[in-house]
């Protein structure tokens, strides 16, 4: 008896071939092959595309997590230049060395076990607000 909801059960055929492998054979009247091979090429492409589509949402998710990112880290960055800035502010004082004023800040930083406490980057991030080289020195003019 053929069912109306699995009309290939009695010409399907599963061998099994060990190491994880089965073959599938399909027994078809010769009038199905036709809309048969075209049933399986409109699955392959519906494949193609669900694929396609979870790839293009991937790279949307991609993109908006990036920009979230970046934006979490221009704060970051804001942040971290308030502080310095607030502490250069506290410390700078007359006849006070360049390097003396770098070691203040960043002791400063240390107390609040700040991640980027290092000299370098307190130096970059100086120069950045307009507040880098040495006292008393005019910078050097970029030759073009």
């Given at each position: 008896?053929?069912?109306?909801?699995?009309?290939?059960?009695?010409?399907?055929?599963?061998?099994?071939?060990?190491?994880?492998?089965?073959?599938?054979?399909?027994?078809?009247?010769?009038?199905?092959l036709n809309a048969y091979a075209h049933f399986l090429e409109a699955l392959s492409d519906f494949f193609?595309?669900?694929?396609?589509?979870?790839?293009?949402?991937?790279?949307?998710?991609?993109?908006?997590?990036?920009?979230?990112?970046?934006?979490?880290?221009?704060?970051?960055?804001?942040?971290?230049?308030?502080?310095?800035?607030?502490?250069?502010?506290?410390?700078?004082?007359?006849?006070?060395?360049?390097?003396e004023l770098l070691k203040r800040i960043a002791a400063d930083l240390r107390v609040i076990k700040h991640?980027?406490?290092?000299?370098?980057?307190?130096?970059?991030?100086?120069?950045?607000?307009?507040?880098?080289?040495?006292?008393?020195?005019?910078?050097?003019?970029?030759?073009?």
């Open positions: 008896m053929n069912s109306r909801t699995r009309p290939l059960r009695n010409s399907l055929k599963v061998n099994h071939h060990g190491d994880g492998f089965v073959s599938v054979t399909v027994r078809l009247p010769e009038s199905l193609f595309a669900a694929d396609r589509q979870a790839h293009i949402d991937w790279l949307k998710s991609r993109r908006e997590k990036d920009a979230r990112y970046q934006l979490e880290a221009k704060q970051a960055r804001e942040q971290f230049a308030r502080l310095v800035l607030e502490s250069f502010d506290r410390h700078n004082a007359p006849g006070l060395s360049r390097f991640p980027w406490r290092k000299y370098e980057i307190i130096r970059k991030t100086l120069v950045e607000a307009g507040l880098g080289g040495r006292p008393g020195r005019p910078r050097r003019e970029v030759r073009k």
